[in-house]
């Protein structure tokens, strides 16, 4: 605390990452970073990149980026915003679009740092419940909304929502942004960003930090049609003019670039999980049908902290959140390797 601070930093209550341990020879399954490292196509860029042009800044608008995203979604490249990974995008956006006389809704049980950034910018927002099952169900989002904001597949249940419930509330809800964040998409989920260019008011978040094995590196964007993107690059050019630096910009190019790759990482993970959930039932957990690299489960017979301490004691690392007091019985365990998966099964076998 310091007396120089402005009045508003006493009140703001930061968001809490998932820790990164310092501990060698930890079995990491807390942070959903994606298991695999980036293929060699994307060292490569890396290392192409790392020369005397490194004294110069970026381009400033990441061109050649927005153009691999853009062709690998079919979209123009003015569809297309990009932020030093996608929570600088949702900063970004939530100034951009939130800051309304109505409340901004998402889901109770969600993303924490939706809760953080209403803080940050002074947004007023109203937490939706989600169902008993931990399904969301966008029926439940009225229309008497400053805009509305859910991740899909949710974090942290994994909870997938088809396509046409966004289509519905889409139709439903004309006057306000709607923004999918879609952090866990490319594991099983169908993106939204088919339906940008029929409604103006839907704007689309992913990140390579998952499933493109890039969450050192800092690299998220946003989808939406081009008035949408105007705002938000005033945003950005009002405050930062290089978010991506030239490491970030090539190694990204070569990862959109690199379609077998990615395509191979992501079927890997989504065969383990079908493995994993299968373990764990027959161990006695109920797991949330999961659409994204992590699976949410909790065990009749046992505390979701003390399953986690006991984990933790044998050097594997998994998520616990104590609040909402519905979660406290729930883990979230992020997909490891197969190797990883099984020490995670082996750890179990002693704590339970
Ligand atoms: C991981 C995650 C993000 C942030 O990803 P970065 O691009 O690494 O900043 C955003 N939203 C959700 C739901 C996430 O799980």
Redesign the pocket.
């Known amino acids: 605390m310091s007396k120089f601070w402005s009045e508003f930093v006493h009140h703001l209550e930061p968001y809490v990452p998932g820790e990164q341990p310092k501990m060698a020879r930890l079995v990491k399954l807390n942070t ?1 970073e994606n298991p695999y490292p980036p293929p060699p196509s994307v060292m490569q860029a890396i290392a192409d990149a790392t020369n005397d042009a490194l004294r110069l800044y970026p381009d400033p608008d990441a061109t050649a980026l927005k153009e691999a995203i853009a062709r690998h979604h079919g979209i123009s490249s003015a569809q297309v915003f990009l932020g030093n ?4 995008v ?1 900063a970004h956006l939530f100034m951009c679009f939130f800051r309304q006389p109505k409340p901004l809704l998402f889901p109770d049980i969600s ?1 924490s ?1 939706y809760k953080v950034y209403c803080g940050l910018y002074d947004i007023d927002y109203r937490a939706v419940p989600l169902r008993e099952d931990f399904s969301l169900a966008l029926a439940d989002y009225d229309a008497n909304n400053g805009g509305i904001i859910f ?1 899909n597949p949710n ?1 942290p249940t994994g909870r997938l929502l088809p396509l046409a419930d966004i289509q519905a509330l889409l139709e439903r809800n004309t006057e306000t942004l709607v923004v999918v ?1 879609e ?2 998409i490319d594991f099983g989920g169908e993106s939204a960003i088919a339906l940008v260019d029929r409604y103006p008011n839907l704007l689309v ?1 992913q ?4 499933s493109r094995s890039l ?1 050192g590196l ?3 964007f946003a989808v939406g049609q081009a008035p949408l993107i105007e705002g938000l690059e005033r945003i950005k050019n009002s405050f930062n003019s290089y978010p991506l630096d030239r490491l970030a910009i090539a190694a990204g190019v070569a990862s959109f670039e690199d379609q077998a790759a990615f395509e191979d990482n992501c079927r890997r993970i989504i065969d383990s999980r079908e493995s994993l959930v299968q373990a764990l039932t027959q161990r006695g957990f109920s797991v949330l049908p999961s659409a994204a690299n992590f699976v949410f489960a909790t065990h009749a017979g046992h505390e979701g902290e003390a399953l986690a301490s006991a984990l933790r004691e044998q050097g594997v690392i998994v998520r616990h959140f104590k609040t909402p007091a519905r979660i406290a019985p729930y883990l979230r365990i992020s997909i490891g390797t197969e190797e990883q998966n099984e020490a995670l099964l082996a750890a179990l076998d002693q704590a339970l």
């Not at 990974?85 to 600088?88: I, L």
């Not at 990140?207 to 998952?210: F, G």
């Open positions: 959903n990974g996608s929570d600088e949702l993303y740092f991740p974090a964040d952090a866990y978040v990140t390579l930090s998952k969450a800092r690299i998220g």
